[in-house]
């Protein structure tokens, strides 16, 4: 049996092979000779120290030869005949449902309303150059999701949902890079995710499964309480034994035609702030203590939270070495997200920071019932929006000037390509938000000393961190809790947060159509 030891070591050493081996060696207390190999487990930075440290978690072959590791294959897998399933969106809990599915002879044919993975491209150029954008493909919309050009974090602490490292094992074969199995904060990256996304699709497609492109569903074919297929753009009726609705988060359109075709659906929590970005160079110096940081050290990160007058404050999607890029999916509104690509190599850092939205701030929207934390959502980015000049330029201000309601008179280099302007953000955000959110800087300021700073700027609206609306399904066969084989599922129906657990859910979801059509 392997002997599971951690080892505590320099950067530069953390990544030397005879280095890792001496120093198992000295920890097990045997001769290296003894050692046939050393397979590592998880790799993590602690910078607790005045020195950052490399953390590995590494298994100990002694005097025995590891079995070789399995890989996945999707060569055994014959469809049932005439056993369809459709799947609505094409992220990754659409994609990875669709690899479930087909793993249990279950044929998938997936309708997503955008474009293939390199054909959004050109629509993302659009947006980031022009201003312009399109509906249905864009940073939000497309295969892949809206990951897939934001990042690609793939840090989930959704253990209980799935097996994780499923998932991550998946993903390497289809071309990630392998140290998404050993890193604690895995990411892939904007530049290479794609790649990855293309893989899979090409192994859904040689296997039985169908992709539509384009292909938006306009409306759903019910009848008696159960859905017995979709229309897609308009006119094509499709019909199949069941439909798993895998929309994302942004999909209002979806939200609208549940609640015109009156399917249960509620309202969820969620939150909304602004994208704080600062030189990469001053996070790290905080966080490692190194203005110029160690080459063997990744960008350096952050997580903050704190309560502000009874409700959360908290950074979410952090993007070291990262990009700010415009995230709107329809015209007159204001949206920013992260990204960074895999090296994580922009001297930028921006991250949101969001504050909890309550029912009492979703009292002037009342009449929209369900929907309302949605129209909540959107009057925010059509007031940004329509501040500044018509484009996709967004309001900012230093991170200083925010604390103290003072219009910013210079602004910082931006990585953000359509470009920021002047803009006092409290006369722009909801009241509630905007307040606790000065508060909440000064308290990061604390925990992180440095965070506060005039080379830092807020940037709006960070507003797409979760959806506003939950589709109910039962706990225990995933099914929606009236509509007879709707699956909801994913991020869009409030059972995920990212890559990895949407991923999971769609595992799991595929798994529980599985069963109900056996």
């Known amino acids: 049996m392997p002997k599971q030891i951690e080892l505590k070591l320099s950067p530069a050493d953390s990544y030397n092979d005879a280095t890792i081996r001496r120093a198992a060696a000295n920890l097990c207390a045997i001769d290296e000779s003894k050692i046939t190999k050393i397979r590592l487990i998880k790799r993590s930075v602690d910078a607790r120290s005045r020195t950052p440290i490399i953390i590995l978690l590494v298994e100990v ?8 590791e399995s890989l996945l294959s999707f060569s055994s897998v014959v469809p049932k005949s005439n056993c369809k399933v459709i799947i609505v969106g094409a992220g990754p809990a659409g994609y990875f449902a669709a690899l479930e599915l087909l793993t249990l002879g279950i044929t998938p044919v997936i309708f997503e309303r955008g474009k293939d993975v390199r054909s959004r491209r050109r629509d993302l150029r659009a947006i980031q150059q022009f201003g312009e954008v399109n509906p249905h493909s864009n940073y939000c919309f497309g295969e892949g999701g809206a990951g897939t050009y934001s990042d690609g974090k793939l840090y989930t602490s959704s253990s209980k949902r799935g097996n994780i490292n499923h998932v991550l094992q998946i993903l390497v074969q289809h071309g990630a890079p392998s140290d998404i199995l050993i890193d604690a904060h895995p990411h892939i990256g904007s530049n290479k995710l794609p790649v990855v996304v293309q893989n899979i699709r090409q192994t859904i497609l040689e296997h039985g499964g169908e992709i539509h492109f384009d292909s938006f569903v306009t409306d759903f074919i019910l009848e008696d309480k159960s859905i017995k297929g979709v229309i897609v753009n308009g006119c094509d009726e499709h019909f199949a034994e069941a439909v798993i609705l895998a929309t994302g988060h942004s999909a209002r359109d979806i939200f609208h ?3 015109r075709r009156k399917v249960v659906i509620e309202p969820k929590p969620f939150a909304l702030g602004v994208r704080v970005e600062h030189p990469q160079a001053l996070i790290d110096e905080i966080q490692y203590r190194q203005r110029i940081r160690d080459e063997f050290l990744p960008a350096a990160s952050y997580k903050l939270v704190c309560q502000v007058k009874e409700r959360g404050v908290f950074s979410f999607c952090m993007c070291p070495g990262g990009l700010i ?13 992260g990204m960074s690509m895999s090296r994580r190599d922009s001297p930028f850092a921006n991250s949101g920071v969001v504050v909890a939205v309550e029912p009492e701030d979703l009292v002037p929207f009342k009449k929209y019932g369900t929907l309302a934390g949605l129209e909540f959502q959107k009057s925010v980015e059509q007031k940004v929006f329509q501040a500044g000049d018509g484009s996709q330029q967004a309001p900012a201000q230093r991170l200083t000037d925010f604390t103290t309601n003072k219009i910013s008179s210079s602004l910082p280099k931006t990585s953000y390509i359509p470009g920021i302007y002047s803009s006092n953000l409290i006369e722009l955000l909801p009241a509630a938000l905007g307040s606790r959110l000065q508060i909440a800087f000064k308290e990061f300021n604390i925990k992180m000393k440095g965070y506060l700073t005039s080379e830092a700027i807020a940037v709006a609206t960070e507003s797409r961190t979760s959806s506003p609306v939950k589709i109910p399904r039962d706990k225990e066969t995933f099914k929606h809790v009236e509509i007879e084989n ?8 409030g059972y995920a947060g990212g890559i990895m657990s949407a991923a999971l859910d769609g595992q799991n979801v595929a798994r529980a159509v599985a069963g109900a059509l056996e």
Not at 61 to 68: A, D, L, N, R, S
Not at 330 to 335: M, N, P, Q, Y
Not at 486 to 493: F, I, T, V
């Open 486 to 493: 709707l699956y909801p599922c994913g991020e869009g129906a």
């Open 61 to 68: 072959f002694i005097h025995e030869v590891p079995p070789p």
């Open 257 to 259: 035609l549940l609640e």
């Open 325 to 337: 890029v415009p995230a709107a999916t329809a015209a007159g509104e204001i949206v920013v997200n």
